[in-house]
T-cell receptor
Framework: DAKTTQPNSMESNEEEPVHLPCNHSTISGTDYIHWYRQLPSQGPEYVIHGLTSNVNNRMASLAIAEDRKSSTLILHRATLRDAAVYYCILHLTGRRALTFGSGTRLQVQP | GAGVSQSPRYKVAKRGQDVALRCDPISGHVSLFWYQQALGQGPEFLTYFQNEAQLDKSGLPSDRFFAERPEGSVSTLKIQRTQQEDSAVYLC????????????FGSGTQLSVL
């Protein structure tokens, strides 16, 4: 399975932007990049996904490198409620299930 | 309800007992997934249903684990003769179609085997 690499943890201050990096050097041309987050005591929650172009939605932005070997999830103004584990996942061609890694634990300081 | 519902929220079992965990997906969702999440780890895939058909059970750790979705809606994950290593949060997720669209997860069932 194609693998992603993320920092174990990151810290941010409230109301500042946060850039969460992800490396996926073995990505194939038709693999989608998905981001989910998991708040304490809850199931994972979809954040955003993309293939080649940068994507924006109400929660975040996804910046994808031109060679697609890395991507960055951008939270424009972190709030305390954004403290969670963020998972960067490759949704592989021909595979229905998502394969989660260990994710990045984001702490947001007031 | 609008989301994926799982019950019970917490389950304590004595080693050797059988348990059944229930998942109510979002109405009309074709795909249903079960995941197992150990403490401090990311979720690990167990099995996948498309309607009532179990198309992938490659993640089930042993033949003590059994899942069904007989009418293509509610699903049950059954664990026979539970062992301490089965202690984990069991997550259910559903999606509308069969492509690579987003998954909606329930809050999970936390199973503790004593």
């Amino acid at each position: 399975d194609a693998k992603t690499t993320q920092p174990n943890s990151m810290e941010s201050n409230e109301e500042e932007p946060v850039h969460l990096p992800c490396n996926h050097s073995t990505i194939s041309g038709t693999d989608y990049i998905h981001w989910y987050r998991q708040l304490p005591s809850q199931g994972p929650e979809y954040v955003i996904h993309g293939l080649t172009s940068n994507v924006n939605n109400r929660m975040a932005s996804l910046a994808i490198a031109e060679d697609r070997k890395s991507s960055t999830l951008i939270l424009h103004r972190a709030t305390l409620r954004d403290a969670a584990v963020y998972y960067c996942i490759l949704h592989l061609t021909g595979r229905r299930a998502l394969t989660f890694g260990s994710g990045t634990r984001l702490q947001v300081q007031p | 309800g609008a989301g994926v519902s799982q019950s019970p929220r917490y389950k304590v079992a004595k080693r050797g007992q059988d348990v059944a965990l229930r998942c109510d997906p979002i109405s009309g969702h074709v795909s249903l997934f079960w995941y197992q999440q150990a403490l401090g780890q990311g979720p690990e895939f167990l099995t996948y249903f498309q309607n009532e058909a179990q198309l992938d059970k490659s993640g089930l750790p042993s033949d003590r684990f059994f899942a069904e979705r007989p009418e293509g809606s509610v699903s049950t994950l059954k664990i026979q003769r539970t062992q301490q290593e089965d202690s984990a949060v069991y997550l259910c997720a559903s999606s509308h179609g069969t492509g690579r669209e987003k998954l909606f997860f329930g809050s999970g069932t936390q199973l503790s085997v004593l």
